[in-house]
């Protein structure tokens, strides 16, 4: 493989936030464990080992360079015609040796560290990504544009994502803040605590997650604490076919809640809400067009709901 790897995390910002300097090839970015990458030419066949990854090299310019992609890949379309070469739970490492990439994506904290450290054994050059807040969307993209040399078709992506990133800021930002419960699992009641990115899409919107200061970054919580928080409102990813009578078992046991009590229950697309790409803004907006609803109505009650923490 024309590329190596070796720990180290000096300088990694400018590296990486300096697209027009890492335009051409050899290449030598630190990736998202700090380790050095270093490619003597563009990536031309790429592995992704996740569906999030997949979408961002497509959104980068670099779709038609992917070889092989994690299952359940599919969006966009380009994306179901592609390999597939396990997924988190494991990979299928003979079929990503004979598709002979020179360059696999990782998501680092989704994929197992035994599994990445047995394809660098194996000699092959592994960059791993990880994307924990919603700026991290567009340096991802430039970084793909670097490795793949299609940094021209990943800034003008970058730059319409964080262009309709700051307009969803300024508009719903200091509006009166919604108390909000995210669901991402009906049996057992399992939420997010502030470190996950539909956290931050949450807080964009003016909202507010009621187990933000939790530890972990999924979590199930138990119904007498979901009444306590007593949420204005619910944003569900849990499919609406499998949550069907999950909602309305919901609806008797928290008949009192006040997020049930006024029908403020929104469901949002999960591969939206979850995937880490550029659709993360349509989910952005749906959540912000969903709690603006909740404002209405507190609005024509003659509630300010949570004025103190409007600045």
Known sequence: MPASTESGHADAPDEVFRPDVLSV?????????????????????????????????????????????????????????????GDASGLDFERILALKPDLVIAWHSGNSGADIGKLEKLGVTVFASEAAQLE?????????????????QAESAAR????????????????????????????????INGHHMASGIINICGGINVFASTPSLTLVVSEEDLLTADPDAIISSVSLELDESGSRARSRRFSQMSAVRNNHIFFVQPDLINRQTVRTLAAASAVCAHLESVRAVGEKNGSDLFPELTS
């Open 160 to 191: 319409a994502y964080e262009e309709e990133l700051q307009q969803i800021k300024r508009r719903y930002g200091r509006r009166n803040k919604i108390s909000v419960f995210q669901l991402i699992w009906d049996q057992p009641l399992m939420t």
């Open 25 to 85: 090839a050899p290449l030598s970015l630190i990736d998202d464990r700090g380790r050095r990458i270093r490619l003597d030419h563009f990536a031309d066949r790429i592995v992704s080992l996740s569906p999030s990854i997949t979408e961002l090299v497509f959104s980068a310019g670099a779709g038609s360079k992917l070889v092989g992609a994690s299952r359940y890949s599919d969006y966009p379309d380009g994306a179901k015609s592609v390999p597939e070469v």
């Open 136 to 152: 991290d969307i567009p340096r991802l993209l430039r970084i793909v544009g670097i490795l793949a040399g299609t940094s021209a």
